[in-house]
């Protein structure tokens, strides 16, 4: 898309006010929205203010709307909660309540208002921006306010943020909080799997959603629990018959452990709750299994934010702080989100209109509407689940089996989340009728004949597992292409599912380009990226970057603590990530960083030198301590060691200096929800896609596929999921530094320089297009996006 950069320098906030109040249920994550907020609002030079306590503190005014400066919101963005504190408000429901809040803004010239909470918060907004101009002359008729104030404040401008850890607010992929709701969901199913596993014993977890069940669906998707309850999809008359069969089944095939999920809000099809304890009894009488109930409550509104809800509110209170400049009297009042990866703005009530016709659809009993009207992603997440939750009776699979072989093979440094790709890959793969093979080792593993057929248990549990269990080797095929091809003869592949990182992609362009020796590689050949560098070009996001995301701003954290302690400290942090720069930036944005040197954006000595000014005026302030991140490649020259170096040299007598590799900790540990979610649905789709190509290559009793269009690389781009031939990315590729030579990410590099109080340039012109609520049609939800 070309078009012309629009700046954000152009929009001034010289006279404008901003206040920020948090209210409703709280989520981790507000205060990184609040900060951006207030950062932001700063560097455009407008006045900001905190609204304490909520609505209740806008009516009760005095001491709970202050002004407030930069360090105000510094060291918050770790805090799960919000600082500013939330209250649930009876009086601002009044219209008393609300003309007092009117004569407190007023008298602070408060007309810009960034409202943080539920679609009741929202509501409340939009009703309270409604009434302003009649609020303000009814004011004045009391003699509260002059004439003049009417006249200057005349109009009230609202942008909301969605915190709500439920994920129940329609229009927004993600709101604020849910993705740490569901890293304290899966520590815990992931805690319980290895006691339950010791005793054989089934645990009914339950977890919160009252009216929504996202968090109960993604963490079944996350931790491939037996069975799910949620509001939006009641079980089937008999439901109690079907789930204590595959119950019993699954432990006749040796399965130790039982996980049911169970949403608070969960009902049947009569609209009668099912609990957590109904579910346990009836295991109980029925089996006779050991059973627990574990109920979650408010441990998962707690705890720390992920690095995901972080960036996520980062990116919104930025956003919606522009959105509050641009608005105009005839502007209807917005709610910023996220749509794929792209920040959109979206009107208030089309949002909350289509979030009250969820409800009022399961109210009525129309589930397959509720579904539906909580848009793509969620229908997505529970046509993934269903598909791989249960193994169809044979009777049910394809009446003919497909008599297709393919193959699956991890390639490249291991990442987490690997393993749900893969077993997302088996399951759908058997359902679809073909015989799933694993080839343990790489292409080095498959040219040594490692290969072995892979049934559905085989995969059982394998979600949650870091690293790689097939095994995973960076060589390359090109040296072993005549072996290759003799075991792809032997064992009859049809298909090819790699999931790797930059090694995979070079992999599949050798083995197209091998096509004209061998006719054994004329097969169709899928690429899921899985790299913690995020550098395959093709796609937004690999699986395993988010996982070292959250194991840098992790580190970050516990290294920020012990610098507040010692107090004027600066670290210099080395990350991973080859030359691709994602998660040195994004790290930083996560963590709050100073500074982040990558090699897409070339840095000198001047820029190092301004770095360590700056950092010595910061040192003035009450914020001492410096975070820098440095990517491992940035630059041959100015090494981690150098930057060390140079930084306790110039900074002496006013910071002293500490560094810290993080190495291969960023490729280890139990893959993040997003990882498993996302490696789960991605390699399903991949696997579908192989089951179509397979059809449409059959001729005369062979598959024979030799086309660039056989030969794709299934990638995230902005919001949809798109197949690309490999031979089409070669030109979008800088295969000497094996990074895309067009990265999405960079477009919030200015974002992270704003927060950390560096006068930069930001291109807005994908910003300030009011969207409207899309209703998607089934074709749409098919054809995909995450």
Same mark, same amino acid.
């Given at each position: ?200 014993? &089934? ?9 929504? *069940? ?24 008999? +439901? ?53 109930? &574990? ?117 490249? @440094? ?23 093979? @694993? ?22 549990? +394998?979600? *949650? ?278 990265? +999405? ?42």
């Amino acid at each position: 898309m070309d078009h012309q950069p629009k700046f954000f320098e152009n929009l001034s906030g010289t006279g404008k006010a901003i206040a920020v109040l948090t209210s409703g249920g709280d989520a981790q994550g507000m205060n990184a929205a609040v900060r951006a907020v207030v950062r932001m609002g700063i560097y455009v030079k407008a006045k900001v203010y905190f609204i304490y306590e909520g609505y209740q503190g806008m009516v009760d005014g005095g001491d709970n709307i202050v002004e407030v400066s930069w360090e105000s919101v510094s060291s918050i963005l770790q805090v799960g909660g919000t600082v500013i504190g939330s209250a649930r408000c009876k009086s601002f429901r009044t219209r008393e309540g609300r003309l007092q809040a009117a004569c407190n803004l007023v008298q602070r010239g408060i007309t810009n208002l960034c409202v943080i909470g539920g679609d009741g918060s929202l509501t409340g907004a939009n009703l309270f921006r409604e009434e302003w101009s009649g609020l303000l002359e009814e004011l004045a008729q009391k003699g509260k306010i002059d004439r003049e104030a009417v006249k200057k404040y005349a109009y009230l401008n609202i942008v909301g943020m969605v915190g709500s850890i439920d994920n129940d607010f329609c229009g927004t992929d993600m709101t604020i909080g849910t993705d740490s709701a569901l890293h304290r969901i899966i520590e815990v199913v992931d805690a319980i799997m290895t006691t339950a596993q010791s005793h054989q014993r &089934t645990f009914v977890l339950e977890v919160m959603g009252r009216h929504c *069940g996202y968090l109960a669906l993604v963490s079944a998707l996350a931790c491939g629990a037996d069975w799910v309850f949620i509001p939006e999809y009641p079980p089937e008359e008999g +439901w109690e018959d079907s789930m204590c069969v595959k119950l019993s089944e699954n432990r006749a095939r040796k399965k130790r452990l039982n996980i049911i999920i169970v949403a608070e809000g969960a009902i049947d099809c009569h609209n009668k709750p099912i609990t957590s304890e109904k579910v346990k009894d009836l295991v109980v009488q029925r089996l006779g299994f050991d059973t627990r109930v &574990t109920i979650l409550g408010h441990v998962q509104r707690g705890g720390t934010p992920s690095a995901f809800d972080r960036i996520l509110a980062s990116r919104m209170g930025v956003e919606a702080v522009l959105a509050l400049l641009e608005a105009t009297p005839a502007t209807p009042a917005c709610v910023v989100s996220l749509s794929g990866n792209q920040a959109v703005r979206l009107p208030l009530m089309e949002c909350v209109q289509m979030t009250q016709e969820v409800q009022k659809a399961m109210d009525e009993g129309r589930f397959v509407e509720a579904v539906r009207l909580r848009g793509r992603s969620f229908e997505n997440n529970l046509n993934t689940y269903k598909l791989l939750s249960h193994k169809k009776p044979d009777a049910e699979l394809p009446k003919v089996r497909s008599n297709f072989n393919v193959a699956v093979l991890n390639v490249g @440094a291991p990442a987490a989340g690997m393993n749900a790709a893969v077993r997302a890959a088996v399951r759908v793969g058997i359902t679809e009728g073909h015989k799933m093979f @694993a080839v343990i080792d790489g292409f080095e593993g498959f040219s040594r004949g490692k290969i072995k057929e892979i049934s559905w248990g085989d995969v059982g549990g +394998w979600t *949650g597992q870091g690293g790689s269990i097939l095994g995973t080797k960076r060589t390359l095929p090109a040296k072993y292409l005549e072996k290759i091809a003799d075991q792809m003869r032997t064992n009859n592949i049809n298909a090819l599912m790699v999931i790797g990182g930059f090694e995979a992609y070079l992999g599949l362009l050798e083995l197209s380009a091998a096509r004209e020796k061998y006719d054994e590689f004329c097969v169709p050949m899928v690429m899921v990226p899985a790299t913690v560098s995020n550098n395959v070009p093709g796609s937004d996001f690999s699986i395993g970057a988010d996982t070292a995301l959250n194991t840098i701003t992790d580190t970050c954290d516990r290294i920020k603590q012990s610098a507040s302690g010692t107090k004027r400290r600066v670290f210099i942090i080395e990350t991973m990530g080859g030359y691709c720069g994602y998660l040195a930036n994004m790290g930083a944005l996560a963590a709050g960083a100073d500074a982040a040197y990558i090699f897409e954006e070339q840095f000198d000595i001047r820029e190092l030198q301004a770095n360590v000014e700056h950092l010595t005026e910061k040192m003035k302030t009450s914020i001492q301590r410096g975070l820098v991140l440095r990517n491992e490649n940035c630059n041959e020259n100015y090494t981690t060691d150098f930057i060390y170096q140079l930084y306790s040299e110039e900074g002496k007598g006013v910071f002293d200096c500490r560094k810290n590799v993080l190495g291969h900790m960023q490729q280890g540990g139990a893959p993040s929800p997003f990882d498993r979610n996302f490696g789960t649905k991605i390699s399903a789709k991949a696997m579908q896609w192989i089951s179509k190509k397979l059809k449409e290559t059959y001729r005369k009793g062979k598959i024979f596929a030799n086309t660039d269009d056989s030969v794709c690389l299934l990638g995230m781009r902005r919001r949809n999921l798109v197949f690309q031939p490999v031979a089409e990315l070669k030109t979008e590729t800088d295969f000497v530094h094996r990074i895309p030579k067009e990265q +999405w990410w960079l477009k919030l590099r200015p974002l992270m320089k704003i927060l950390a109080k560096y006068k930069t340039s930001y291109d807005v012109s994908d910003s300030g297009q009011l969207e409207h609520v899309a209703m998607h049609s089934q074709k749409e939800v098919e054809t995909g996006t995450i």
